[in-house]
């Protein structure tokens, strides 16, 4: 299986001039969680993702998002694949790059885009090909980064920003009340950007503790469960991770986790 057989080819297409804030309501109307930066040739130049944008929200200072460009915000340096890599290929690529990345970019040999491939793609294959191989249990992650749910939403940013994950576990003492996502915080930050003015003081979000921000209830899945019924979860309420819980917290289980299982089970033939 080549990567140019199962790449998504609609994607989003943003320019290194454009200005943060209307780069971020395409993302926002186009339900995409990234866009490829290209030059007017078409070449790759970055991505631009939500990510990148709420990783990035500390370092403004007072100035107004409107003064910043994608430039300000996107990445550089873009790990990427070719058409004709293997699927083995493009997934080694995954588990190498952060932990946080989900997708890589498809570039032809003249460094065009052509598609993009992500960890959802490969958890497609292993819903389809995987059954009672692995439990839960087998791929979760045992060390989940968690937070409690009276904390600031800016404790909560710095969480995800050491951690190098993409959501965090809300709570309340010991058990799990929420989660929060890269996603949850963007969409906080914009909500509280348009209210309270343009300009980005972390003044504005003083009242909002992640409580405020999180997902409550969130969908959960056993340890012992078969993997599989994980990824039907996530792929079909479009989500990239859920909680393991057995009465109490035991770990978390994402796209990355089930990458890795696939790679797992293909190594082993």
């Known amino acids: 299986m080549l990567v140019k057989e199962f790449m998504r080819k609609d994607f989003l297409t943003v320019s290194p001039g454009e ?5 971020g309501n ?3 109307e186009k339900h995409t969680s990234c866009a490829v930066v290209e030059d007017s040739d078409g070449m790759l130049l970055g991505m631009l993702s939500k990510e990148g944008f709420v990783l990035s929200v500390k370092y403004l200072g007072g100035n107004p998002l409107a003064d ?21 290929d493009a997934v080694e690529s995954l588990l190498e790059v952060p932990y946080r990345i989900d997708r890589l970019p498809v570039v032809d040999e003249a460094g065009k885009v052509q598609g993009i491939l992500t960890k959802e793609n490969i958890m497609h294959f292993f819903r ?11 791929l979760m992650r045992y ?3 968690c937070v409690y749910d009276y904390i600031p939403i800016r404790d909560v940013l710095i969480k995800l920003d050491t951690s190098s994950e993409k959501r965090v576990l ?6 799990l009340v929420g989660i929060i996502t890269i996603l949850d915080l963007a969409m906080a930050f914009f909500k509280e950007r348009l209210e309270k003015g ?23 899945v056993g340890n012992k469960a078969d993997a599989n019924e994980a990824v039907t979860i996530m792929l079909d309420n479009k989500i990239g991770g859920v909680p393991v819980l057995n009465d109490i ?14 790679k797992i089970f293909c190594d082993q033939g």
């Open 19 to 23: 200005d943060v804030v209307t780069a």
């Open 26 to 28: 395409r993302l926002l």
């Open 68 to 88: 910043f460009k994608v430039s300000d915000f996107m990445e550089h340096n873009v790990e990427t694949v070719k058409p004709d890599d293997t699927i083995m």
């Open 128 to 138: 389809d090909e995987i059954h009672g191989k692995f439990k839960v249990k087998d």
């Open 143 to 145: 060390d989940p980064t």
């Open 170 to 175: 809300v709570l309340e003492g010991k058990k």
């Open 198 to 220: 343009d300009v980005f003081d972390w003044d504005i979000y003083a009242d909002i503790n992640a409580e405020h921000v999180m997902t409550r209830n969130p969908i959960t």
């Open 249 to 262: 917290l035991n770990g978390v289980i994402s796209r990355t986790e089930i990458v890795k299982g696939y």
